[in-house]
């Protein structure tokens, strides 16, 4: 009976281990760990002295992805310091041990890899979600397993027996082993080209010398050339002839002529929006009911976050299609106003320089372009005025500049014995006779003809 991979694994380590060459492999282990891992941290080291020299202080961020990309060096110096050894090691005695340890660190390399790439892709600002953690558990069963499958010699007998399952697809018959490979070829390259798009979408953010909207255009079109591609090139990979893309892109443009109108106008209207600069992130806007500032310019929505911290989500074909108030297009200057009534015997050539001096008195009123008070009306309670003045950044709201301003004003009316009237009414009962013109008490007799 001939013997299994598992049983000579182990037939192999029995013969290893009543001979010294055990005791030099596990010294070489040891050493090309404990060396892999000095490397590597004065590698850090000389990293973050670096950056602390730079002119420009680092991003805690960045660092903390430079350490986790660093995290990965130590196996993978490790695995080539212990194939190194090997290749030496084994003219003069048996190298089990390490042909195993070689295996282990890899894997350790591949986990921390895949680790470190889902993490920039998917978690974002450090926020790891649950079903981060748990795609992370698979990655590392599934990679162990593979390794567990060659370190033991099953991985060619697995592969046969997948092989050997066949699945039927339409008149043609495809074997589980090349649809498990084809699924992991897409899978991997569309990690990849994900995790480029990321990185050219950071690099991009940071060039400073291009428009927001430029910046976004490239990015999301970078990042979509990249999966296409991706896709095409694992398609190729397993085998796959690509003119049988024709027929789904004919299923695609009647699918689209039927239900995805919407989608597809709002993901052309996000281009537009980009490419005509007619919106860029931090421009204060005001779009239906929905008024905020734009933090987000996606293919298929915009996000507007407002005042009072509630981010709203309008579809592009919104932004294209109907009127927008964009309040720093051209100009950031945008004027508010105020109002406020007096009495009729206030002295308007005396209070509207103090008023103006009030509002000016705030913080985020324009200097440049000074606030000025006007008689609106004569109203039936008092004089009504209006305060109007000018700020230079809408996107920190109005409601505080305008608290503020009213604050002011009602400091100088208070300073200024300034009476502010208020509505005053007569109210009559129908039916009552009238009130006497004057009272008993006051020793004169009511007119004649009338009830005391």
Not at 11 to 36: E, G, K, M, N, Y
Not at 97 to 110: D, F, R
Not at 197 to 203: A, F, N, V, Y
Not at 224 to 235: G, R
């Amino acid at each position: 009976m001939n013997e299994t991979p598992l049983l000579n694994l182990i037939t192999d380590f029995v013969d290893d281990f009543r001979q010294p060459a055990i005791l030099w492999q596990a010294l070489v282990i040891v050493a090309c760990l404990a060396l892999s891992w000095l490397l590597v941290r004065q590698l850090r080291a000389f990293l973050h002295k670096r950056a602390e020299a730079a002119t420009t202080p680092a991003n805690p961020e960045t660092l903390q992805r430079t350490d986790s990309f660093i995290r990965i060096l130590t196996p993978v110096l490790a695995a080539m310091l212990l194939g190194i050894a090997q290749h030496f090691l084994a003219k003069f005695q048996s190298v089990n041990l390490l042909s195993i340890a070689i295996p282990l660190c890899t894997s350790m390399a591949l986990v921390r890899f895949g680790f470190y790439v889902l993490r920039r892709i998917f978690a974002r600002h450090g926020e790891i979600s649950p079903t981060m953690l748990l795609l992370e558990k698979v990655f590392t069963v599934v990679v162990w397993a593979g390794m567990a499958l060659y370190i033991t010699g099953l991985w060619p007998e697995l592969h046969e027996f997948l092989e050997g399952i066949i699945v039927p697809l339409g008149r043609n018959k495809v074997s589980v082993a090349a649809i498990l490979q084809a699924a992991i070829s897409v899978a991997v390259l569309l990690v990849l080209a994900m995790w480029a798009g990321t990185s050219l979408d950071e690099r991009l953010m940071k060039m400073q010398g291009l428009h927001t909207s430029l910046r976004v255009v490239l990015s999301r079109m970078g990042r979509a050339v990249l999966i296409l591609v991706s896709v095409l090139v694992s398609l190729s990979l397993v085998g796959i002839d690509l003119t049988v893309l024709s027929v789904f892109g004919g299923a695609f443009g009647v699918a689209l002529g039927f239900g995805l109108q919407k989608i597809a106008a709002n993901f052309v209207s996000g281009f537009i929006i980009l490419l005509d600069r007619s919106l860029t992130i931090g421009d204060m806007i005001t779009v239906g009911q929905f008024t905020g500032k734009v933090t987000q310019i996606n293919t298929r929505y915009t996000v507007l976050l407002g005042g009072d911290g509630i981010e709203s989500i309008v579809p592009n074909e919104m932004l294209i299609s109907g009127g927008v108030q964009n309040m720093s297009l051209t100009n950031r200057m945008v004027w508010l106003s105020t109002a406020v009534s007096v009495g009729y015997e206030t002295d308007l050539d005396a209070i509207f320089p103090l008023l103006e001096a009030a509002t000016a008195s705030v913080p985020r009123v324009s200097q440049s372009k000074p606030p000025s008070a006007t008689l609106v009306r004569f109203g039936a309670d008092g004089l009504d005025l209006q305060i109007g003045f000018w700020i230079a950044d809408p996107e920190n709201g109005t409601g505080g500049v305008k608290s503020n301003v009213n604050r002011a004003i009602w400091r100088t009316l208070q300073e200024h014995k300034v009476s502010v009237p208020f509505p005053q009414r007569e109210l009559r009962i129908v039916g009552t006779p009238p009130a006497p013109l004057a009272s008993a008490a006051d020793g004169e007799s009511a007119p004649s003809g009338t009830q005391p």
